[in-house]
């Protein structure tokens, strides 16, 4: 085709079909202000899209940049193209922001193109692009943009004919693998569905486009969270995805910390060479140890370039404290221990005052007697606000249930340290103390068999953060399961739930709290009342319903944990009320007077509700559920 003969101004949209590995798609671009006549056509193929969000298939609204020069010139002197936005719409379809043409004449063009997209053009006389990776690659979308993808040609007539722009990954990704060594079992493993992060690693650099190299790696000891849930395959455990830019390994500051079954552990990671679109096969030996150290590590490289296998020991020591790392599914509740003494408190709680509404990360110290000082801690995360005042101190009041907080001036902490003093610092100190993190849980035993429940602070408050789950009182003596309320103390299960409820004649006969805890009085719920304003939407979770089918139901936003259910109660020998309500039981701490009222939730009503609880000739009519206070 003559190239006078092409209309100037006609719109082809740029096209992205990648159904397999390697399957090509042709882009097309034309210009506003064109150059030429011949409108530039690409082919593009990306290369191994392991790390892509689809793995076959730029995904609608991601978005890539392009840059093209002369090929007499270079990108850092003068460009022909310069940082043209490409966006992929419908159909896979790439939709550039404007329309370019190749140049009049026999000039030849060299393509660069990046993804994902940057809206800051290179700087004038730079060929540096700077690449970063999120910290947090726990979704798809994050997990994407951490993707550092780049595709060129170079000398490239003009035709008619489709440039093929080739995509390759620059960065490497870490597939993790757990082997369960010694005892251990590959499907407890999974059960407890061990929480994994990567620590000290650089997560920002700069890429020379020309010599295809990074650069100046920036911001060291990031903590890195990877994409994917855990599945068993060949007796281990795989599925975890982290994404790294290519850098040196330091075994003395880079390592992964794991959460596992409430305990962090650490395990250094062994010398080897990173190179960039590599897959890096990082298989942890997993073994519950005394030191809570990982025994070891073993790393391969696939698809491109075979690294041997290598291991490390269980010397790794745990010497920053990582909040990324812990997991809070056991408790919300950690403690950090020096030579076997609790030192300091790790507390996911809601702070709720006149100026702050959150979610919040706080660490408190622990005195002699072990017991937390809630004078003298330090919000390090306040996890729903963006302002810059995390660092500061809380105190608490015992007595109304408050808090004051003088705001700090940071961001989001993400660790902290422990001096060889024992004290907590926010700045690695010179020289740390060695420490353990273990979750900090309601250890109950019964008949010599152990159970540790969850905690919850709420306030000055610590809570069970699961209802009480017991058929036997804490001196081992059995409780009756019983169906009919009135025939004398038990517990009642319903047979689809994995629930219990107990009447006011099993509460008033013996110890149903485990060791240091008690079933709450009058003034626990008021307090726990006060510090929420009353609203039973913080302690509520699950899906509720209305007790009358036409009643507003209110929301469950749960955001103190304390995660109260709508359960129901055993009423008139049967479970009642199941989704529409949940009621706890209230103890005077005489042990001996349960009062008229006690406390009950629903979800037509957005308020805690008292209600009663006995009639007149002492026998109760309600089962309920128990929820434990600590002493």
């Known amino acids: 085709m003559n190239k006078t003969t092409i209309k100037k101004n006609r719109l082809i949209l740029l096209s992205l079909c990648l159904i397999h590995l390697f399957a090509a798609c042709v882009n097309k671009i034309d210009s506003e202000t064109p150059s030429g006549t011949v409108p530039i056509t690409f082919t593009t193929k990306v290369s191994k899209t392991n790390t892509r969000v689809t793995n076959t298939a730029f995904e609608k609204g991601d978005k890539v940049g392009l840059y093209a020069m002369l090929s007499s010139t270079s990108i850092a002197k003068e460009r022909y193209i310069n940082n043209l936005l490409l966006e992929c719409g419908e159909d ?12 009049v004449g ?7 193109s990046y993804s994902p997209y940057q809206s800051a053009e290179i700087a004038a006389n730079s060929s540096i692009i700077p690449v970063s990776v999120q910290s947090d690659q726990s979704n798809a979308k994050k997990r994407s943009l951490s993707d550092f993808l780049i595709a060129t040609q170079a000398k490239i007539a003009s035709s008619e004919k489709a440039v093929e722009l080739k995509f390759h990954h620059k960065l490497v990704k870490f597939n993790i693998t757990l082997t369960p060594k010694g005892d251990e079992n590959v499907e407890a493993l999974l059960k407890a569905n061990p929480r994994i992060i990567a620590t000290g690693f650089y997560n920002k650099a700069d890429y020379d486009l020309s010599t295809e190299e990074f650069t100046i790696h920036k911001e060291e000891d990031a903590d890195i969270i990877p994409y994917g849930t855990w599945s068993i395959k060949e007796g281990k455990l795989i599925g975890k995805e982290i994404i790294i830019i290519p850098q040196e390994i330091n075994p003395d500051t880079q390592s992964f910390v794991m959460d596992w079954n409430g305990q962090l552990y650490t395990c250094p990671m062994p010398e080897l060479t990173m190179t960039g679109s590599t897959q890096c096969n990082l298989d942890i030996a997993a073994m519950q140890t005394t030191s809570h150290v990982l025994t070891g590590i073993a790393s391969s490289i696939e698809d491109w370039t075979i690294v041997e296998g290598k291991e490390t020991d269980n010397s790794g020591k745990t010497t ?9 599914t056991q408790s919300n509740v950690y403690r950090v221990y020096n030579s076997g003494k609790p030192i300091v408190e790790i507390c996911k709680e809601y702070l709720k005052s006149d100026d702050i509404d959150s979610q919040a990360i706080t660490i408190y110290p622990i005195g002699v007697d072990e017991q937390s000082d809630l004078n003298n801690g330090t919000v390090l995360q306040l996890l729903d606000d963006d302002r810059d005042i995390n660092g500061g101190q809380i105190s608490w009041n015992t007595e109304n249930n408050s808090f004051t907080y003088t705001q700090g001036t940071s961001g989001t902490i993400d660790k902290f340290y422990l001096d060889e003093t024992g004290k907590v610092t926010l700045a690695k100190p010179d020289k740390s103390s060695d420490v353990n993190v273990i979750r900090y849980t309601i250890r109950d035993i019964r008949n010599g068999a152990l159970k540790e429940h969850p905690i919850i602070k709420i306030g000055t408050q610590y809570w069970m953060r699961k209802d009480l789950c017991e058929t036997t009182y804490r001196t081992g003596t059995p409780l009756t399961k019983r169906v009919e309320l009135g025939t004398g103390a038990g517990y009642f299960k319903p047979d689809k739930f994995e629930i219990y409820f107990y009447n006011g004649e099993a509460i008033l006969a013996g110890d149903l709290a485990p060791e240091g805890w008690k079933i709450p009085n009058s003034k626990d719920w008021e307090g726990l009342k006060n510090y929420t304003s009353n609203e039973a939407s913080l302690i509520k979770a699950g899906e509720w319903q209305g007790l009358k089918e036409d009643d507003h139901v209110y929301p469950a936003s749960n955001l103190t944990d304390f995660g109260a259910y709508p359960i129901g109660m055993w009423y008139e020998q049967a479970h009642a009320q199941v989704y529409k309500m949940t009621g706890y039981w209230t103890l005077e701490d005489n042990g001996k007077t349960i009062p008229e009222q006690t406390i009950f939730l629903t979800g037509s009503d957005e308020h ?16 309920l559920s128990i929820r434990c206070i600590k002493e």
């Open 106 to 112: 026999d000039a030849m063009l060299d393509f660069i």
């Open 320 to 328: 920053a404290i990582h909040i990324a790392a812990l997991s809070f």
């Open 608 to 623: 805690f509700i008292s209600n009663g609880t006995l009639v007149t000739n002492k026998t109760f009519y309600k089962a």
């Open 92 to 103: 896979a379809k790439l939709i550039p922001e404007k329309t370019v043409f190749y140049p």
